[in-house]
Every structure is written in structure tokens, then in C-alpha cells.
């Protein structure tokens, strides 16, 4: 009994020890003190639209925030992720989806979040959910969460969903929203990465299905899915046949938004890699892509939004 007790005490010690660890690490790697906002950046958002319709109960946002690899084209995350949390801050987002959620990025976010919670942040050790789920605590509660990897795909950091069934605090409207990162067509792998990609838009669609059956509510299906809208630029490397196949049975709430806003570098109606898809019944009040120019310097993604509405009858 004593021998248990001690290594039951022992346990707890390194438990303790390891938390307290893990906080400092984040709380080292995630200052941003140091950094500042690109020049003309604070200028660009003084002048941007973030008015929303008193009728919307949600904005979901999307943001592929390229982890700080050099051999994805990423540079360190700390000053992208300032800008990251200057634009949380002025469109003040209720869910965002995230993806490329390195260490370094997660570190960034985890410190300097806010009243922004992370749902499945990560798994064990080093080894990050690079797809991500954040929500606004001060305006949404989470009723439930879940995630899956996808049966198929090069890396199930990546290639996986998270989602949550959230609660507007004002309106009492419920919804569930899932955040996603599909494979990409690479050269020499067309017909492989292809087959597989249409493997994660049937698992996609069908946890739509799901949980717009369980929770009988709108469910908004967002994130990088390395698929184009209007056919893309290029048949085969921008695979128009996956975000056609997701089309068929969800909405693209870019296609019905009631008013769409853009920045001055890429025009709204332009193919994307990003999208917010619909399963169900809503009313897309506005859908934007934050595309001035100057928003490059976080990523090699626009971020998007869509703010939502009930349905009208």
C-alpha cells in the first residue's frame, strides 16, 4: 500500500512538473510582444467593412494560416499571427476555422487568444492537430464536439474534421460548423490524389448529413479543400470535379450571399481553394474574402467569411 501510495505521489509530481512545462513553453514560444503589424496594415482594416446585418446570429470565418514550414513556403509564425489576431479582434468572427495549425502557431493562439477557445487543439506530445476549431466564448456556447481523420489521406494532422454544435447566446440559434483540410492533386499523383480526395468529400458530406440529422440545425462545412469553384484555372491540378461533387448536395453560401465584399487584390467571385459550404436551410446575409493586398503578408490564403441568418419563410 505504501509502495502505491509513493508512486502514485511520484505520478502526480510529473504530471504537475509536465504542465507546468508545457505552459511555459507555449507562454515562451507564443509572446508576439516583439513583434509588430506590417506597415499600413492597421490603416487597411481603419477602412474596412465590418458591419453586420442585425438579423445574422453568426459569423463563420475560414483562415488558412500556413504553418511556418520552409518547405511549405511558411516563414515564423509570430508576426503573421499578430495580424491574425488584429483581424479577430475588428470582424470579431463567432466560429473560425483553421488549418495549418503548426506548434509555433498553436503556441501563438493558445497565449494570445482571448475569449477565443480552441476545440481538439492537440493529440499527444509534438504531434499537433494542424486543423483546428476556435470559437467566440463571449457570444457562442459549445453544446458538443467531435472530430474524425479521414480514411484515406497523406497526413491525419491535416486531413481530418473537427466540429461543433454551438449555441448563439443572444438569439438562442443553434448550428454546427466543421473545419477541414482535404489533399491537394500533386504531379506524377493525379489519379491517386484524386481518388482520394473524392473519398473526403463523401466523408465530409456525409458528417453533414449526420449531424444536420442529430441536431436538426444548419450545419456550415468550411476550410481549405483544395478544389476550385468555376471550374478553376486548370481541370486537373485545381480538381473542379471534388468541389463539383460537394456541390451537388451542399450550398456554397458564396453563390447565395445577399451582399459579397472583397479587398483590392482579388475579386470575390474568383475560384478558391477556401470555401463555406451549406447543409440545410439559411439566409447568407454577406459573404467576404479579406483580400487587400496588404493581408498576403499572413498567408497564401484570403481569409473568408459568411454571416448568416435563419431562413426566411
Known sequence: ????????????????????????????????????????????????????????????????????????????????????????????????????????WYCCITKNKGSYQLIYPISSGILYHMTG????????????????EYTQGDDPRLRRIVWGYFEDKATKTRYAVTSTHFDL?????????????????????ELAAELGKRFGCAVYCAGDFNS?????????????????????????TKYIAECKTQGNSRKVDKPTFDHIFLKGEATVCRYSILSDEIMSQMSDHFIIFADVAKAEQ
Open 133 to 148: 476549431l476556435m470559437y467566440n466564448s463571449q457570444t457562442v456556447t459549445l453544446l458538443d464536439y467531435g472530430r474524425m
Open 1 to 104: 500500500m505504501k509502495k502505491s501510495v509513493k508512486f502514485l505521489v511520484i505520478g502526480l509530481c510529473l504530471v504537475s512538473f509536465s504542465a507546468a512545462a508545457f505552459i511555459v513553453t507555449v507562454n515562451v514560444r507564443g509572446n508576439c510582444d516583439g513583434y509588430s503589424l506590417p506597415q499600413g496594415f492597421e490603416e487597411s482594416l481603419q477602412n474596412a467593412d465590418t458591419t453586420r446585418n442585425p438579423s445574422a446570429y453568426s459569423r463563420i470565418m475560414s483562415a488558412n494560416l500556413l504553418a511556418n514550414y520552409e518547405s511549405w513556403g511558411g516563414t515564423d509564425a509570430h508576426k503573421r499571427a499578430k495580424i491574425f489576431f488584429k483581424i479577430l479582434d475588428t470582424y470579431r468572427p463567432d466560429v473560425v476555422a483553421i488549418q495549418e495549425m503548426s506548434n509555433q
Open 185 to 205: 492533386i500533386r504531379s506524377g499523383k493525379e489519379k491517386e490524389e484524386l481518388r482520394i480526395m473524392n473519398t473526403q468529400a463523401n466523408e465530409q458530406i
Open 228 to 252: 476550385m469553384d468555376n471550374g478553376g484555372y486548370e481541370n486537373e491540378y485545381f480538381a473542379p470535379s471534388i468541389y463539383n461533387k460537394i456541390t451537388d448536395t451542399l450550398t456554397d
